[in-house]
């Protein structure tokens, strides 16, 4: 599968290749909450660092690196904003907090933890996108001959703190994002934001707004 990504205005055009793993075919459940969050789709996607191109980039540069992506698509709704001064069909805060399994076969699995706060979530858009990256030098190392089946995601989202869905494309029993060392190795700051990768400029106006870490 291959898509194209669009600079804005100012920066030339990017090719970024991308590989779909597949759509995850998990569980979406809501979690008893308001009914503010419907989750739509999961993806796994490898693709290439992107390329900027100006007048102070080294020529010698090659994207030659594979990144792996975690792809979230869901749908808000009934928001109220944040007391009498709210409008009406506003989030004030949806938090994405995800667990990433990596099972690997001669050393224990991994985990990965990170919790995503976006800010002024409207509902009117039909789809609303959340990501997360695995970095190319963690996946060369601890990650080798990386399959789909590798691979189990726990999602849990949250809006102005209460659970309003999970996602969990794991058929196996246990609650395996629970787990602690020693039985997994955990490496929770290996696992990346948008803002926290050379993805960040591109399609900008596609996501919300990350709530800055000052601000947490």
Known sequence: MERLHRL????LPV????WLLGTLPGLAQNAGGAGKVNISKVDIIKLKTPAYSGAYSDPR???TEDWLQFMLE???MNGLGRGSDGKP????EVTIEWFILIKRRDMKDLLLRRSITYLDVE???NTHYADLYLRPGFLKRHCKGLNKSD???YIQIKVNGQTEARYNNDREPGRWWNLEPPKIVMYDAEALSRADTPFAPLDYDQYEQEKPQLAR
């Open 15 to 18: 090719m970024v290749g991308l």
């Open 123 to 125: 509902d009117k858009r």
């Open 74 to 76: 869901y749908r808000t």
């Open 61 to 63: 540069a090659r994207s």
């Open 8 to 11: 804005t205005a100012g920066w």
């Open 89 to 92: 069909g506003w989030q004030d």
């Open 151 to 153: 691979v189990a995601v």
